[in-house]
């Protein structure tokens, strides 16, 4: 009886709709974001993330609704976040349907976040968002949607931040994000060898063949992708019949 | 027929109550003692913290109306950490006692697993199961504790692995307790809680 692999897609919403940053040409609109999550609930996914990707204080009640909107779809796990800054912040995500919130800026910067909101929910309900670069053969932390490096270690903040309570780790390659060229499977598998909690592997998804690789060469517990479900490039049906063939457990719709 | 689901003050209360809704019942957020003692059946939905959900039982007044709903016969269901408190006591929180329905002991995950235990798993049935009734063998169900009451418990009808064997379902007369998360575990969950209401 595995745990089996999960299949996460992953919305990212500004303004109240599901946009796709596009290089040099802004977002994309990809829809709204209760209707996508309803789509994905019956398609099989195993759980939903909603990242706010605009952040920016006026817009926090707009997020909050679209999480309320989106968890009423559902009924598979919620996980959303995006800029939040403060144990109230998180309340109010948790309160508003999401089972689990992210935490990545504010918890580099008062790691004490987590702690908090760790003893109050539970440490099922804290996720760690931790996007990496790769650096002299190690891996490094970065902020504000990738652009600020931290100057730390990647496995390290990761140890630190399950040891305060994270429950899980959202582990987003910056190197592979958008590129399409497959998941960091040596990033994963290295925080997933650091860590005792499950480890949700994001960035670079394309192929049935990136998913294979990440869940056994990158040991990753759950792996995350937005365009290619978003895009109807591939049905998340067909690629866990794709991963079960080749022995990775998956639930599998019926 | 009425459900309260059991307000302590924290968790995730609207994707019961819409799981719950869904399938056509009456439901009512008790967070009064007289709401816990007219109940017709009691949910117990629960996520966080052992010590914190029974201090928030007991600041409400409502442990000793669930106490005698369980003595009255009044079905009740606890779901994950509302199972958990059925027990007598845990590890979470070793100075607090829990409502003392079965009374083994909710003990920690090990630690050669992945702790949180996050994810989809399937059971092993110990032994037939209402809850359970006329569900696939090999059906996932959503799991998220660190927390679980031993899988030797006298009331498990369905155990799960996770480093230990562990209870995942626990059904005796009246009472009913789930680990998982019927309300996240897509059509199979909703299979649970209906089974649930049926057996009112």
């Known amino acids: ?254 | 027929m009425k459900i309260a689901i059991v307000d302590y003050g924290a968790g995730n209360l609207p994707s019961v109550e819409r799981a719950l809704r869904g399938l056509g019942a009456e439901t009512e957020r008790a967070t009064e003692p007289a709401q816990v003692a007219g109940a017709h059946a009691i949910v117990l939905p629960g996520v966080g913290h052992f010590g914190a959900f029974v201090a928030g039982l007991r600041e409400r007044k409502l442990t000793e109306p669930l106490q005698a709903a369980h003595q009255s016969g009044t079905p009740i269901l606890g779901i994950c950490l509302g199972l958990q408190a059925m027990f007598a006591s845990s590890e979470e929180a070793p100075c607090e006692s829990g409502l003392q329905f079965f009374p083994e002991k909710v003990t920690a995950l090990p630690t050669n697993v992945k702790s949180p235990h996050i994810g989809w798993n399937q059971l092993r049935r110990v032994r037939e199961s209402r809850l359970l009734h006329g569900l696939p063998e090999d059906a996932y169900f959503y799991f998220a504790h660190s927390f679980a009451a031993p899988g030797s418990a006298l009331a498990t009808v369905a155990a799960c692995d996770h480093g230990v064997s562990f209870a995942a379902v626990i059904e005796q007369e009246n009472l009913f307790g789930v680990q998982f998360h019927p309300e996240k575990s897509g059509e199979t969950g909703a299979l649970v809680l209906r089974n649930f209401l049926e057996s009112l």
Request: include cysteine.
């Open chain 1, 1 to 254: 009886m595995p745990l089996a692999r999960r299949i996460i897609p992953c919305l990212d919403v500004d303004a109240g709709r599901v946009v796709k940053g596009i290089e040099f040409a802004g977002l994309r609109d990809m829809g709204d974001p209760a209707e996508l999550g309803a789509r994905y609930n019956r398609e099989g996914a195993d759980e939903l993330v909603v990242l706010d990707i605009s952040a920016s204080f006026q817009r926090r009640a707009t997020f909050l609704d679209t999480i309320r909107r989106v968890a009423e779809q559902l009924n598979i796990p919620l996980t959303a976040g995006g800029g939040i800054r403060t144990m109230e912040e998180g309340r109010a995500v948790l309160l508003a349907g999401a089972d689990k919130v992210t935490v990545n800026t504010a918890a580099v910067q008062r790691p004490e976040l987590i702690s908090e909101l760790s003893q109050q929910f539970g440490a099922q309900a804290v996720v760690l968002s931790l996007d990496v670069k790769r650096a002299n053969g190690s891996w490094e932390a970065y902020v504000r949607g990738g652009r600020q490096a931290t100057g730390r270690d990647a496995a390290d903040w990761a140890a630190e931040a399950v040891e305060r309570g994270a429950g899980e780790i959202l582990l987003t390659s910056i190197d592979r994000d958008g590129t399409r060229s497959g998941f960091d499977c040596e990033a994963t598998a290295k925080i997933a060898s650091t860590v005792p909690v499950p480890v949700i592997a994001s960035g670079g998804a394309s192929t049935f063949e990136d998913f294979l690789a990440v869940f056994t060469n990158g040991c990753a517990d759950a792996a995350l992708a937005a365009s290619i479900f978003h895009l109807e490039t591939h049905s998340i049906a067909a690629l866990k019949k794709f991963l079960a063939e080749r022995g990775v457990p998956v639930r599998q719709s019926r």
